[in-house]
């Protein structure tokens, strides 16, 4: 698209493409394969094929292509691959670059399956991988050295809400040659741009805020060219790890609202833990919008608002969770986010089930603790849903 647009606006526009009948609304190309006039232009295609020419819909598709285009415009990145789910995504920004004898530092507070494809996964690859508490800069230090070859973050940690400082990471990771990958789920594109912190590599589960009502799953890894449509597109085209067409439509029509909707999610949130904070029932509030968040000033620097997700410790431990949970009428039990609708989980119980409870006490997820997805609901009746299972 031509011009200098704000991100508004290449989230409506962005990377469009018409077909000869020039549709309003970007055009569904659920097809597999593609056809050549002549066995001429078949074998041209296959030894370079130009940005508006497909092969096969593994390597790529033109809706497919829409989503990529908007989104590395979104993310000011040179380019990028969309992916059948955010772990398609995680798998393969590791997986295209790494190999036996490799060394990777990460983050320690991660969601339970890029945990274990960073402790389970990687190592049975002969790939070896120090585990750091991603808040502390003197750990990111000790952990890197001369072999290391990625780090893998998540900017902003599932559920206690801990922001990684992107651009003192990159630069300690790239003080000894080391490739950033930062896993942006929580921050959302719209609130925190890794790419343009230091960070080489930013992926998104596109399942969550972007397409933001619960319908789809999907994934994008962005970053340079020569990574993007070198190591990764060959990786991804020959493991099969493709979006749907039918999935990037609909991931398209969700970035149209993105920053609207972000936009009021985070406000809501804002305003939920304010008048949260100091609730009887509730031992802490965490939120990185909060003034006695530890990472606030950086939240204020890095992100600019608290971002959609909110997370309270209940006195009264598990059986007190459970009953606030089992009391909501308007806000759902689910382990989503990102979503138009509220959700709460219980992650002791559920998302991070499978840690030790010496590794829970360690992220700081008490059996008290609940995370809550901010949605687009008005923000007076979910204040008054979750007060009112608060007291039951
Ligand atoms: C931080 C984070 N990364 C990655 C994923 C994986 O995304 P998907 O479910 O689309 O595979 C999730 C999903 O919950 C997540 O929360």
Redesign the pocket.
């Known amino acids: 698209m031509a011009g200098n647009w704000s991100a508004r606006t290449q989230l409506v526009h962005g990377g469009a493409r018409r077909s000869q009948y020039g549709e309003t609304s970007e055009a569904i190309f659920l097809t597999q394969g593609f056809v050549y006039p002549d066995a001429a232009t078949a074998e041209a295609r296959f030894i370079q094929a130009g940005p508006d020419e497909f092969i096969y819909a593994r390597y790529g598709n033109p809706t497919v292509r829409m989503f990529e285009e908007r989104m590395a415009q979104l993310e000011g990145a040179e380019d990028a691959f969309a992916t059948a ?4 995504a ?1 798998h393969a920004a590791l997986f295209s670059q790494l190999k036996a004898g490799d060394h990777v530092v990460a983050a320690r507070a991660l ?1 339970g ?2 945990l274990f494809i960073c402790e389970t996964l990687l190592p049975r690859f002969g790939i070896e991988v120090s585990f750091v508490d991603g808040t502390d800069l003197a750990q990111w230090q000790a952990a890197l050295r001369p072999g290391t070859r990625a780090v893998f973050l ?1 900017s902003m940690s ?1 559920p206690t809400l801990e922001i990684i400082d992107i651009a003192a990471v990159s630069a300690l990771a790239h003080a000894v040659g080391a490739v950033v990958i930062a ?1 942006n ?2 921050p959302t594109p719209v609130f925190q741009r890794c790419l343009a912190l230091g960070a080489d590599v930013v992926i998104y ?1 596109a ?2 805020h972007i397409d933001g009502q619960g319908r789809c ?3 994008v890894v962005l970053g340079r060219r020569d990574f993007v449509r070198g190591p990764l597109e060959t990786f991804l085209k020959h493991t099969g790890g493709a979006l749907s067409p039918f999935n990037a439509w609909v991931m398209l029509k969700g970035l149209e609202t993105l920053d609207l909707r972000c936009r009021a999610q985070a406000a809501t949130a804002q305003t939920l833990a304010e008048r949260l904070q100091g609730h009887p029932a509730l031992a802490r509030v965490i939120y990185p919008g909060l003034p006695d968040h530890p990472q606030a000033a950086l939240a204020r620097r890095q992100m600019q608002t608290g971002g959609t997700m909110l997370a309270f410790e209940l006195k009264g431990g598990k059986p007190a969770a459970f009953r606030f949970l089992d009391a909501l009428e308007l806000v759902l039990i689910s382990n989503n ?1 990102g979503d138009a609708k509220s959700l709460v989980t219980h992650p002791a119980t559920t998302t991070h089930q499978r840690l030790t409870a010496e590794q829970r006490t360690a992220l700081g997820i008490g059996d008290g603790l609940v995370r809550l997805s901010i949605g687009l609901e008005d923000p007076d009746d979910l204040f008054t849903d979750i007060v009112r299972a608060l007291v039951e």
């Open positions: 789910s955010g772990m398609a995680v969601f399956s890029c998540e599932n896993d789920v929580f589960s399942t969550k799953l999907g994934g986010l």
